[in-house]
């Protein structure tokens, strides 16, 4: 595991705490980030391919490296 920390305004602090109350927080974090991570590879993903993870369901283990932008 590892530990990430971040700034953030004050109201979006409150609010979040407010939304994710009596929640586990590192795991709401979690699935937002996969989630965005997921938003964000299929911007980038040309179509052909987006037509694929689509039908598998998994970006992240459907995609190489290359294709997620991991690579330079």
Do not use: C
Request: glycine share 6%.
């Amino acid at each position: 595991m590892a530990t990430m920390s971040f700034i953030v305004p004050d109201d979006v602090k409150k609010a979040f705490d407010k939304a994710y109350h009596g929640q586990n927080k590192s795991a709401v974090m979690t699935e937002l980030m996969r989630e965005s991570i997921e938003k964000e590879v299929r911007k980038r993903t040309p179509f052909h391919i987006a037509g694929q993870v689509k039908e598998s369901g998994d970006v992240m283990n459907s995609l190489s490296a290359e294709d997620r932008g991991l690579t330079e």
